[in-house]
């Protein structure tokens, strides 16, 4: 990994203002690389199990990429017994569940919503965004009232369970989030399906407690999110101000589109954070899948999971990590 980030580095210096990390519009993707045909869905923390089995459900009857990755999280935004994601979410200090989310295809389109709230599947609105207007993203009650007018329900999200666990926090109202603790575990998806493209989705209820308006990385194209169906995709999880400041998503596949594998491009990536941020006391984990259906994972700490799903097999996988204690 060392020499790598070193031929990188070194590379970026004599191709400087070509492109980003260098990058030649003459470039082709590495040979290596030859696109599955075998669907493969790819999750973060356990969660993703269940989200894995919806997305392979949709594609093995013959949806898209990008529909698996939108059904598939779909299932975690309508449980009510998670805390990090849709309807049941830990709200900000104020008491207000809010949503973000973003979603992407195989040919560059991407849609968002960020600081959504009373909706409870932000994924679809992010869909409806990217496929039913000329933007990207959408925000607050903008994002609302366009859900609204999409024929999106409105309805409460804050469940009982989550507001006693936020009148408990107001006790002491201390700011103090916890590594793989689930105040935090965004759900990112990567979703290959028959004819090989690949598309994501990235959805959560944000950090618990947070300043009301606070938005991270996950409805942010580049941060919490990115598909190149050329190369790769990749989504982020964790501490989101550390993927913004990094834009984590689309460094993972530059690398790949620069010859790392999907693994070291993870690691690279991380390193990145290492070697800039502040970084011991919060959890970033990056997860990604190159075209031809090969994963990675790494994290800053033990503990990040994510599901894979192939062949018919979901199974949990536990990440490396940069840390081992």
Not at 93 to 120: E, P, S, W, Y
Not at 227 to 237: E, K, L, W
Not at 290 to 305: E, L, Q, V, W, Y
Not at 316 to 325: F, T, V
Request: hydrophobic share 40%.
């Amino acid at each position: 990994m060392t020499s790598r980030r070193k031929f990188l580095k070194n590379s970026l210096a004599v191709t400087a203002g070509v492109g980003i990390v260098g990058a030649s519009c003459a470039e082709k993707k590495p040979t290596a690389l030859v696109r599955a045909s075998k669907p493969k869905a790819l999750s973060t923390w356990v969660h993703g199990l269940p989200a894995n089995e919806e997305a392979m459900r949709i594609i093995s009857g013959g949806g898209s990429a990008l529909d698996g990755a939108e059904k598939g999280v779909m299932v975690i935004e309508a449980d009510p017994n998670g805390s990090s994601v849709g309807i049941g979410g830990l709200p900000d200090r104020d008491g207000n569940v809010t949503l973000d989310a973003c979603i992407m295809d195989h040919q560059g389109n991407a849609g968002a919503v960020c600081f959504l709230q009373n909706i409870k599947h932000p994924i679809a609105v992010a869909r409806k965004v990217m496929e039913d207007t000329p933007h990207v993203m959408l925000a607050g009650e903008g994002a609302r009232r366009f859900a609204l007018a999409q024929g999106f329900a409105e309805e409460n999200l804050l469940t009982e369970s989550s507001k006693k666990a936020w009148e408990e926090w107001l006790k002491s109202a201390e700011y103090n989030p916890i590594i793989n603790v689930e105040n935090h575990d965004t759900i990112g998806m990567i979703c290959q399906d028959a004819e090989g493209n690949l598309s994501g989705s990235c959805t959560t209820s944000g950090l618990a407690y947070k300043m009301h308006g606070r938005v991270g990385d996950s409805p942010i194209i580049g941060a919490g999110l990115f598909v190149d169906n050329d190369y790769g995709a990749a989504v982020a999880t964790g501490m989101g101000e550390l993927m913004m400041k990094t834009l984590g998503s689309f460094l993972v596949v530059e690398l790949i589109r620069q010859g790392a594998s999907a693994q070291e491009a993870c690691e690279d990536a991380i390193q990145r954070i290492v070697d800039k941020l502040d970084y011991k006391s919060f959890q970033v984990g990056y997860l990604a899948m190159d075209i031809a259906g090969n994963t990675g994972a790494f994290a800053i700490h033990p503990g990040f999971n994510y599901a894979e799903m192939a062949n018919g097999k979901n199974e949990l996988i536990d990440a490396k990590s940069y840390l081992n204690g």
